[in-house]
C-alpha cells in the first residue's frame, strides 16, 4: 500500500513566501507532496484550486490536517506559531531569523526534541553544495593557513521598505523583541553562511563578539554595522553589513588564507579561489537543495536535514549580542546624502561605506576601530 503524500501548508503566501508556495507547487508536481492549505492576511493573487485559504496562521496550524507548515511570518511571531506547529504533530520549515531572542531559540530547541518533530530553518543559502565545497578546500589546505572569515554585504533598502510593516526597523514591538536590522534580517545569510563555512554553527562556537552598530535611517534597529566575532579554536569572523550602500551588490563570503583567498557568492552558489601565481580566480559553481524539499525528504525517508534548528545556535548568538547591545548610533546628516531611484522612491547613502565595509572584512576590524568618520 502506498505511503499518503505529506500534506504542506504555507503561512505567509506573498513576498518571499510566494517561493514557498511555488516550491510546494513543483513538490506537488513531482509526487512528493501535497499543498494542501495557506495562511494570510492578504487573499491570494492566484488562484490555488482546491487548495484551503486561512486568515490567520493559527487557523492553518490547527484546522488544517498537515504534516508540514513553512512559516513565512514575521519574526516575533515564530517561537509561538512553530510551538502550536509543534504541539500538533507538525514538522515545521521556518524562516530565517529563527527567534528574536537566545532564551526563544533554546525553548523552540528543546520543544522541538520533546515532540520529536523537525524544525527546519530557512537559510537557503545553506542548502547549497558550496558550503561543504568550501569547508574541504579549507580543510585540504589550499589557501594555506585560515587568518579570518569574513561576512561582506553591501545593500540599499528604501524609505518605504521601512514603512511597509509595523514591526520593520523595529528593536521591540509591543514589548517584544523584534530585531529587525541589517545583521539580523536582511543579511542574516551572509553572518550564518559565513558561520557554516567555518564549521562554527553552535552556540558554543562563537565565544565573544564586538559589535558596531550604526543607522542613518529614522528606524530603531542597525542599517550600517559591523562586527568581529570570536570562534572557538582562536579564529575570527569579521562582518561588515550595511544597508546604505549607493547600489546593491552581490553579497559574498570571504575566506582569507596565508597562501590565498576564497570567496562564496552565496546568491549564486558560486566559488572563486585565489592562489600563488594565478593571474585570474579559477570559479566553480554548485547545486542547491530547496529546504523544503529536503524537509520532505527528511519526514518520507529519514534524510539529514540541511539546516536542522540547532544548527543555527552559532547565528543565534550574534543575533543575541544584537538585541542585547546599546541603541544603533544615529549617523549625522552630513555624512549620509538623500537619492532617489527610477521610481522615485529614496534611499540613505553613507558616504564611502563600501570602502569602510571592505576594509572590515579585509582588516578584521570594525568601522569605529578603523577609525570611519561616521562611526
Not at 208 to 233: E, F, K, M, P, W
Request: charged share 20%; glycine share 8%.
Amino acid at each position: 500500500m502506498t505511503a499518503p503524500l505529506p500534506r504542506i501548508g504555507v503561512a505567509g503566501i506573498h513576498g518571499h513566501g510566494a517561493t514557498h508556495v511555488a516550491a510546494a507547487r513543483a513538490l506537488e508536481a513531482s509526487g512528493r507532496a501535497r499543498l494542501v492549505a495557506v495562511a494570510d492576511h492578504r487573499p491570494p493573487e492566484v488562484d490555488l484550486g482546491d487548495v484551503a485559504v486561512f486568515h490567520d496562521a493559527t487557523d492553518l496550524i490547527t484546522r488544517a490536517d498537515l504534516d508540514v507548515v513553512v512559516l513565512s511570518t514575521p519574526m516575533h511571531t515564530h517561537l509561538p506559531l512553530a510551538y502550536a506547529a509543534l504541539e500538533a504533530g507538525v514538522h515545521v520549515l521556518l524562516e530565517k531569523p529563527p527567534t528574536p531572542s537566545l532564551a526563544d531559540f533554546r525553548t523552540l530547541v528543546d520543544a522541538s526534541e520533546q515532540a520529536g518533530r523537525a524544525v527546519q530553518v530557512g537559510f537557503q543559502s545553506l542548502g547549497s553544495k558550496a558550503v561543504p565545497f568550501v569547508r574541504s578546500l579549507v580543510a585540504g589546505g589550499t589557501i594555506g593557513q585560515v587568518e579570518r572569515y569574513g561576512a561582506l554585504g553591501t545593500w540599499l533598502r528604501t524609505e518605504s521598505y521601512w514603512t511597509r510593516a509595523p514591526w520593520a526597523g523595529r528593536r521591540t514591538l509591543d514589548g517584544r523583541a523584534v530585531v529587525d536590522g541589517a545583521v539580523t534580517n536582511p543579511l542574516a545569510h551572509a553572518t550564518a553562511t559565513a558561520l557554516a563555512v567555518a564549521d562554527a554553527t553552535t552556540e558554543s562556537d562563537v565565544t565573544s563578539l564586538r559589535l558596531d552598530l550604526h543607522r542613518a535611517n529614522a528606524i530603531d534597529a542597525d542599517d550600517t554595522s559591523s562586527y568581529v566575532a570570536a570562534l572557538a579554536g582562536g579564529r575570527s569572523l569579521a562582518g561588515a553589513l550595511v544597508l546604505t550602500a549607493p547600489r546593491r551588490s552581490e553579497p559574498c563570503v570571504i575566506v582569507h588564507g596565508s597562501t590565498g583567498r576564497i570567496v562564496l557568492w552565496y546568491t549564486l552558489d558560486l566559488v572563486q579561489v585565489t592562489t600563488p601565481g594565478s593571474s585570474i580566480a579559477w570559479t566553480t559553481s554548485h547545486q542547491r537543495t530547496n529546504l523544503l524539499a529536503n524537509l520532505v525528504d527528511h519526514v518520507v525517508d529519514g534524510v539529514p536535514l540541511l539546516v536542522p534548528l540547532a544548527a543555527t545556535g552559532g547565528f543565534m548568538r550574534v543575533l543575541e549580542a544584537v538585541r542585547l547591545a546599546p541603541d544603533p548610533s544615529p549617523i549625522a546628516p552630513g555624512f549620509v546624502e538623500r537619492r532617489s531611484d527610477a521610481s522615485g522612491d529614496a534611499h540613505l547613502v553613507v558616504r564611502d561605506v563600501e570602502t569602510w565595509s571592505e576594509r572590515v572584512v579585509a582588516e578584521g576590524r570594525t568601522f569605529a576601530e578603523l577609525g570611519a568618520p561616521w562611526a
